[in-house]
C-alpha cells in the first residue's frame, strides 16, 4: 500500500479541480473549490487501487482536506495494526 500523506492528498485533490496545490488549505471546504461528488468519487477510486480502502460516507461528513485527512490517518493507522 502506498503510504499517503496530506501533501499528497491535497496534490491530488488540486489535479482534479485544475487549481495549484497552494489554493487548497486544511480547512477550506472542497465542494466550494470545485469538486463535485463524481471527482471525490473518481479519487477515493484511485486511492483505493492504491490499497487504501475509504469509505465514501465517512469522507462526506468533514469536505476539508483536513477532514479527509483524519479519515485517511486513521485508516493507515488501522491498516498497519
Known amino acids: 500500500m ?15 479541480i485544475h487549481v495549484d496545490p497552494s ?7 472542497l ?5 463535485d461528488s463524481m471527482r471525490a468519487m473518481a479519487l477515493v477510486l484511485s486511492w483505493e487501487q492504491q490499497g487504501l480502502k475509504l469509505d465514501f460516507s ?4 468533514d469536505v476539508t482536506l483536513g477532514g479527509w ?3 485517511v490517518a486513521r485508516q493507515q493507522n488501522m491498516e498497519r495494526t
Open 31 to 35: 465542494m466550494d473549490l470545485g469538486l
Open 2 to 16: 502506498t503510504d499517503f500523506t496530506i501533501e499528497m492528498l491535497r496534490r491530488e485533490i488540486a489535479r482534479m
Open 58 to 61: 465517512e469522507l462526506a461528513r
Open 23 to 29: 489554493e487548497i488549505g486544511d480547512s477550506d471546504n
Open 69 to 71: 485527512w483524519a479519515v
